[in-house]
């Protein structure tokens, strides 16, 4: 069974940074697209970033390019986001995803095509 462990939230304020992790249990780390989606009270849950299994391509969404990296470790089976000048828009749950297999750009901003999810961090930006 694989089992997604998010760690790291917090509250920070805005202009900060802040790095949230995620440790993968089970299967076969090295196989999975892993990323983050984030949620806000009221709104519906959000595509933050992808990586490919192999590391060699990631994928944001606009708001943050430039601000966050996703980045992995295959020999430690951990997924992080990294995240710097944190605006109060940030302001989420964050939770981390793992999928078999996403074709296209498309389907990795989109939540079905994720196979595993975490319980969620919660990530604060004040003002």
């Known amino acids: 069974q694989v089992q997604l462990t998010e760690s790291g939230g917090g509250l920070v304020q805005a202009g900060d940074s802040l790095s949230v992790s995620c440790a993968v249990s089970g299967g076969t780390f090295s196989r999975y697209d892993m990323g983050w989606f984030r949620q806000a009270p009221g709104k519906e849950r959000e595509f933050v970033a992808v990586i490919r299994w192999s590391g060699g391509g990631t994928l944001y969404t606009p708001s943050v390019k430039g601000r966050f990296s996703i980045s992995r470790d295959n020999a430690k089976n951990t997924v992080a986001l990294q995240m710097n000048n944190l605006k109060t828009e940030d302001t989420a749950t964050y939770y981390c995803?793992?999928?078999?297999?996403?074709?296209?750009?498309?389907?990795?901003?989109?939540?079905?095509?994720?196979?595993?999810w975490g319980q969620g961090t919660q990530v604060t930006v004040s003002s």
């Open positions: 995803v793992a999928a078999q297999h996403i074709r296209d750009s498309a389907q990795a901003i989109t939540p079905q095509f994720y196979d595993y």
